[in-house]
């Protein structure tokens, strides 16, 4: 009976989480065109009143972005994403601000006074997925909510030792934690609890060596200072994405045919010239990874951007694999944008 409970929550986490990749990638749609309007009309506009209500609603939308991007990280656990340069003191800020609605409003609400303490270092970068990290700092913070029904007080720290990085997590009642995700990364974890004093984790991470590079992800593409006007096709089948997209290249000295899907986009393509293509991934019938694949066979020097707002995080291996060259995340500035077609189109030059 317990391991089918069990099961039924896994499936309803999992149907949640569905659910939200859902919803963030409709608000992502939403956050790119008004980000994308108000940053075209920051630079023709000089007036400073207006000026700074357009900067309060590009400010508005921007948090709203990272909003957004936090629900992404937090659903989505890629058990295969390759291992990235990580601020561990970072990580546990953001699991404060995705668990605060347990430890600070519900309880306010209750009644009961929960304290949370950090004490945090300067501490060097590990080794590591963030969103699982994150995953499991929340865990062991929401647990530790849960054994101080009361009040009490959480403490969290971190500090550098010679060759790791420790995290410490502290609560006046007791705690548990599956140790999956911190032994994937290569850490360790100590536990000492007593009857009355509660319990205090301390996990352990290696260092991340100099040598370890830079994580594979979407990068912002600098500007080339050779960059010329370049013929872009943009396929989106969201309508304000789509025009905003357009204008926003042709305002910069673009030529732009627009598709409205990625069947239209295909035949575009097949008809006419264009130095670069710019496609949205989750299109109905014909999607975003078909068009970079079809456009790869037909004419493999022409870049594909994917502009997507799944959040997806691909290696190098996997976008080669699938035709694309870069990926854009929604919602996206218009330095990003830009600095991402002059730098592809330069390379064509």
């Keep these: ?47 400073p009143r207006l000026r700074r209500w357009l900067q309060v609603i590009e400010r508005a939308a921007l948090d709203g972005a990272r909003t957004v991007r936090r629900l992404q990280e937090f659903t989505r656990i890629r058990r295969d994403q390759a291992f990235a340069p990580v601020d561990l003191t970072l990580v546990i800020r953001e699991a404060l601000e995705v668990s605060q609605f347990r430890w600070k409003d519900e309880a ?49 720290a971190t500090r550098a030792e010679a060759d790791a990085v420790v995290v410490t997590v502290a609560d006046t009642g007791g705690l548990s934690l599956t140790f999956g995700i911190v032994s994937r990364h290569g850490g360790q974890i100590d536990v000492d609890s007593a009857p009355g004093r509660g319990t205090q984790f301390t996990l352990r991470f290696p260092i991340l060596s100099p040598a370890g590079g830079e994580a594979p992800g979407t990068a912002r ?25 357009s204008d926003l290249l042709a305002q910069a000295g673009h030529a732009v045919v627009a598709a ?33 694949r079809a456009c790869k066979e037909l004419r493999p020097d022409v870049p594909v951007l994917l502009v997507t707002g799944w959040g997806v995080e691909l290696s190098a291996q996997e976008l080669a694999a699938h035709g694309v060259d870069a990926v854009l995340a929604k919602p996206l500035r218009v330095d990003d944008l830009l600095g991402a077609v002059a730098s592809f189109s330069a390379k064509r030059r």
């Design 1 to 47: 009976m317990a391991a089918q409970d069990h099961l039924v929550r896994a499936d309803k986490l999992r149907a949640l989480g569905e659910m939200a990749s859902g919803v963030a990638h409709d608000f992502n749609n939403l956050l790119t065109s008004i980000i994308g309007r108000a940053q075209m009309l920051l630079q023709r506009i000089e007036e």
């Design 108 to 156: 306010m609400r209750q009644g009961v006074e929960q304290r949370v303490v950090t004490s945090f270092a300067a501490v060097p970068l590990v080794s590591g997925d963030p969103a699982e990290l994150r995953e499991a700092l929340t865990n062991l913070i929401l647990n530790a909510v849960d054994a101080m029904p009361g009040g009490g007080t959480l403490t969290l």
């Design 221 to 245: 593409a600098p500007v080339a200072e050779d960059a010329r006007p370049a013929r872009c096709l943009v396929a989106d089948d969201e309508e304000l994405v789509r025009e905003m997209l």
């Design 260 to 292: 409205a899907g990625g069947a239209e986009a295909i035949e575009r393509f097949r008809a006419e010239a264009f130095d670069l293509v710019l496609t949205d991934l989750g299109m109905a019938e014909v999607n975003g990874w078909q068009v970079a």
